[in-house]
């Protein structure tokens, strides 16, 4: 009897189609069904058609099945929802690129601290720090940024909502790297920690800006007018400022804690595009 | 059903009118929103969709008031929008981006499963696991449209969908709008008459901020009758004239010597109420 002679037998069909076949038996019928298709077809009339379509379904679902990326494997890890994940994944302020781009700044700016050993207060670390929340929150939301804008402010979910939610991510993010650019220099002390509380005011205070001046115009004046302030406090060559000290530290989480008032009476205007300023209004720039 | 109504509706970007006076209603079925660049289409869609409010008038969709926070909403939860130029994330797969507006649709239980359904609707079951960014561009828009149909929504709001397809792309397009429209309201923004002759039920042709004509297609059509000709020579003086593949040429205003008056297309009824409309609009 050759090999294309021999058929598996209807109970030993009916044994593999039930689940019930043991190895080595089951090896054996599993490759000859993989080379005949007469096996193949007698097969079928012992398959419950619903327990294939089951099957099959679950096969789709394993295939479809999104593929978190680092950001969203570890957001999960931490303890977030999986689909509040994936929204934070989304956050254009999450990317490598920006990340780096943070980390290489914080390192020029550490190492500038090391190198300037006049200084008591190492003000390029603090001056440019609370400029990364800023930055990366004013990147994570908006049309210019986020390719599906439109859809997202026109989604039930609120809009609001999906702000906060990013700009937490990117605030824990640039808080944990500037943290630990903050440890590089322990020489300078406690003072290290001071772009904590600007930090926290500049981001809130750009964001309840938005509304009036659009998202550019807010993060771009709020970013100056730091810097201004900052030049017109700090003393050469010591690096000392009023901001930094207790006083202006608990001016600064005043300020933070007026301006998360101020964000929070102007919510409602996230919910459209409102947000964006009439001028800025895509619709006038692209089509009417 | 009555879908929406709206009543004097008004909006300014600064100096610019984008939209002035627009009163309609629409009903279940697909309706074809026509007019020129400029003309305001956008800018009525995305009111209509809640991305923006007007300055003024009444509107009313889905027997929700859009301008409070509470009618907003229930608005969105029925809502099926598809953008002029919907962004996509483009490291997403096609199945990822639709479950991530999934997501921000709030679907909570068989999220999964609804996408895969709606992405089936539009013929991307092969189509699921690829990049964004390897789909054409008909393959994407069918993305977008999967992603607007997504928990069956009363009212789908379509922004120049077929811009950019070839003709069989833009045919199959066509027929799932029309399948998308039995039972449901859909408004369709399109520069394409032949979009409006082969799907919609009814037609609004906006220009220059206002309502020029609201009524069923072969109505539009009907707006040319007795104003388009055919003769062998160009004559001076018509609102529109073009040769034709026959030879003759295609009027469209008073008759030239030996012509011949033709039954009107929908085009034809379109330009005669753009003409009539800027005409009006230059006299004012």
Partial sequence: MSADDWHVADDDLRAYADGAARPPWLWSTEAHLGTCPRCRRRLAQHVDPAAVHAGWARLDAELDAPRPGPVEKLLVRLGVAAHTARLLACTPGLRRSWLAAVGFTLAVTTGAAHLARSMTVPIPLLAIAPLLPLIGVAISFGPRVDPSYELAVVAPLHTFRLLLLRCAAVLSVTTALTGVASIAVPAYGAVVLGWLAPSLALTLLSLALTPRFGPVAAPLAVGFGWLALLAATVQHPTGESVLFTAPGQAGLAAGAAAAAMALWKVRAAFDTTHHLGRVADPSTRRTI | MTTVRAEGLSLRFGRATALEDVSFALHDGVTGLLGPNGAGKTTLLRILATAIPADAGQLRILGADPRGAAGRLAVRRRLGYL???????????????????????????GRHDEVRRVLHAVGLDDQRGKKIKALSGGMRQRVGLAAALLDEPALV????????????????????IAQIGEGRTVLLSTHQTEDVAT??????????????FEGEPVALAGMARGRVWTSPARADGALAAWRTGSGDYHHIGDPPPDARLVDPSIEDGYLMVIDAASLAGRTA
Avoid: S
């Avoid at chain 2, 799907?199 to 020029?212: E, F, S, T, W």
């Fill in chain 2, 83 to 109: 953008p002029q130029n919907p962004g996509f994330h483009q490291h997403f797969t096609a199945f990822e981006f639709v479950d991530y507006i999934a997501i921000l649709k709030e679907i909570v239980v």
């Fill in chain 2, 157 to 176: 709001i379509l922004d120049e969908p077929t811009v950019g397809l070839d003709p069989e792309q833009r045919m199959r397009f066509r027929e799932l």
């Fill in chain 2, 199 to 212: 799907v919609c039920q009814r037609v609004i042709v906006l220009n220059q901020g206002r309502i020029r």
